[in-house]
């Protein structure tokens, strides 16, 4: 239950951004619609719940490294080329919207020009691009639960003092702009903000839950975060509507809320909105870079800081206004995507069924392997081992070193056992001695690296013999 509940904040971290969090999404995509928006959130959240379930257990699946190759597995090529170009414009597009609202943040709340926000921003992202995707779902993990307090303290106080003219305050929120081109209704709105979330969040929870071994633990988590976020999303949405004529033209309206509370309060949760913002940008620009260095991956930082660099540039057009043209156009394009996903998921749910139960008893045979003590695997098992790797879709080697990553490292972390990961460094990432799975031309797993990485930590290459 903690994987699966670390799993779901990171991936609220990632959806809560600079629109979600200052508010400015909520008033054009919802409140401008005043009494119909709120059922709008409603719509939108659950889309959003039910659709991550569906990506999380994909990338699981396909242990994915990063979006193109699962947008290749569920599509014919030229679908999933348009998939992927326009996963990376977006990813692109949103990273300046978030880096223009770290400007608009400051600028609001202390009176420094939005420059200044945007370059702490961008340096806060370059030194992010030195961390792997673990130690980010941590940080990103770390950070979400302080808004999640600022707007559940919001909704208590918003509880406490409702205002007597909800009638004036629907038509004050009506007198909102909404989001350009969803044709002024509330449902095409709803709907075009839940396409947007999934294209923005689309790559980067591919990546998360590739590191995930267990699809169905991975769905699990994927829902719930987007249960937690569309819950968010509403308190979010109340918290806005009731407090309307205090939040008028408010580049951040939440903020803006805090502020009328106390100046003291205010000042706490700008900065917590900054980190939000910080949140959802590391996880595009970093799901961006990953993609673009697929090939060379010792060019990813490169890539990672232009994109940074060419974001913080084109983040002085205007945070209010990006999210009024930028967000709805990104919206629509994500359409396709989620139908595409969605179709994918009703496909290969079986399979996906199958390849749950075949990685849960690899995980038990790993634990029986690991666990200090006891006698090594038998004939018959290595040999189940073997039936059950090569049933899978993924390399027989790859699979079966992957499982046991993932199993050392929750033995290791968990403090009623002997098992230490540094007796076997071959399965720790982090280790000198890692390896990975042995470079062998077959894909039968070559019980003799694996039986010296246990008694040596080292995992050699082992290759197999040539016939003569």
């Known amino acids: 239950m903690g994987k699966t509940f670390k799993v779901a904040l990171a991936l609220v971290g990632l959806?809560?951004?600079?629109?979600?969090?200052?508010?400015?999404?909520?008033?054009?995509?919802?409140?401008?619609?005043?009494?119909w928006g709120i059922l709008g959130a409603a719509v939108a959240g659950l889309s959003i719940a039910v659709f991550s379930g569906w990506v999380?257990?994909?990338?699981?699946?396909?242990?994915?490294?990063?979006?193109?190759?699962?947008?290749?597995?569920?599509?014919?090529?030229?679908?999933a080329?348009?998939?992927?170009?326009?996963?990376?414009?977006?990813?692109?597009?949103?990273?300046?919207?978030?880096?223009?609202?770290?400007?608009?943040?400051?600028?609001?709340?202390?009176?420094?020009?939005?420059?200044?926000?945007?370059?702490?921003?961008?340096?806060?992202?370059?030194?992010?691009?030195?961390?792997?995707?673990?130690?980010?779902?941590?940080?990103?993990?770390?950070?979400?639960?302080?808004?999640?307090?600022?707007?559940?303290?919001?909704?208590?106080?918003?509880?406490?003092?409702?205002?007597?003219?909800v009638g004036q305050i629907n038509e004050i929120a009506?007198?909102?702009?909404?989001?350009?081109?969803?044709?002024?209704n509330w449902l095409i709105t709803a709907l075009n903000y839940a396409t947007l979330v999934m294209i923005m969040d689309t790559s980067m929870m591919l990546v998360f839950a590739g590191s995930h071994m267990n699809p169905a633990l991975a769905g699990k988590g994927g829902l719930l975060g987007g249960i937690m976020?569309?819950?968010?999303?509403?308190?979010?949405?109340?918290?806005?509507?009731?407090?309307?004529?205090?939040?008028?033209?408010?580049?951040?309206?939440?903020?803006?809320?805090?502020?009328?509370?106390?100046?003291?309060?205010?000042?706490?949760?700008s900065i917590v909105i900054y980190l939000m913002i910080y949140n959802t940008a590391v996880g595009l620009f970093y799901a961006l870079g990953r993609r673009l260095s697929h090939d060379k991956p010792k060019k990813f930082f490169p890539y990672y800081a232009i994109v940074v660099l060419i974001g913080f540039a084109l983040s002085f057009i205007g945070f209010a206004d990006l999210v009024g043209w930028v967000y709805p156009l990104l919206g629509y394009l994500g359409l396709v995507l989620g139908v595409v996903m969605g179709v994918a998921w009703f496909r290969d749910r079986k399979n996906i069924q199958e390849e749950t139960g075949r990685r849960e008893r690899l995980a038990a045979l790993a634990e029986t392997q690991l666990t200090p003590g006891?006698?090594?695997?038998?004939?018959?098992?290595?040999?189940?081992?073997?039936?059950?790797?090569?049933?899978?879709?993924?390399?027989?080697?790859?699979?079966?070193?992957?499982?046991?990553?993932?199993?050392?490292?929750?033995?290791?972390?968990?403090?009623?056992?002997?098992?230490?990961?540094?007796?076997?460094?071959a399965l720790d990432p982090e280790s000198k001695g890692y390896g990975?799975?042995?470079?062998?031309?077959?894909?039968?797993?070559?019980?003799?690296?694996?039986?010296?990485?246990y008694k040596t930590g080292e995992f050699p290459a082992v290759k197999k013999p040539e016939t003569k």
């Open 15 to 35: 959806t809560v951004g600079a629109g979600f969090a200052s508010g400015q999404e909520v008033i054009q995509y919802f409140l401008s619609f005043g009494y």
């Open 56 to 79: 999380y257990q994909l990338g699981s699946y396909y242990m994915a490294d990063d979006h193109s190759a699962v947008f290749k597995s569920v599509s014919h090529p030229w679908m």
């Open 81 to 165: 080329r348009y998939m992927d170009i326009t996963t990376m414009f977006t990813l692109f597009c949103i990273g300046f919207v978030m880096v223009a609202g770290a400007g608009a943040n400051l600028e609001q709340q202390f009176g420094f020009p939005t420059w200044v926000g945007s370059v702490i921003m961008v340096v806060l992202l370059l030194l992010s691009g030195l961390l792997d995707v673990d130690k980010l779902t941590s940080v990103i993990s770390f950070i979400t639960p302080l808004l999640i307090i600022c707007l559940l303290g919001a909704f208590v106080i918003t509880l406490t003092n409702m205002p007597d003219n």
């Open 174 to 184: 009506q007198t909102n702009p909404h989001a350009s081109g969803t044709f002024d």
């Open 229 to 269: 976020f569309a819950v968010l999303l509403l308190i979010l949405t109340f918290v806005l509507f009731m407090n309307m004529e205090n939040v008028m033209n408010a580049d951040l309206p939440l903020l803006k809320v805090f502020d009328n509370m106390h100046p003291t309060v205010g000042v706490f949760v």
């Open 374 to 425: 006891t006698d090594d695997l038998t004939p018959e098992e290595r040999h189940e081992i073997d039936s059950l790797t090569s049933d899978s879709h993924v390399g027989d080697q790859e699979l079966w070193q992957s499982v046991q990553e993932e199993v050392a490292a929750d033995m290791d972390a968990d403090s009623s056992n002997d098992f230490s990961l540094k007796d076997v460094p």
């Open 436 to 453: 990975a799975a042995p470079d062998t031309p077959g894909d039968n797993i070559q019980w003799d690296a694996y039986e010296e990485m």
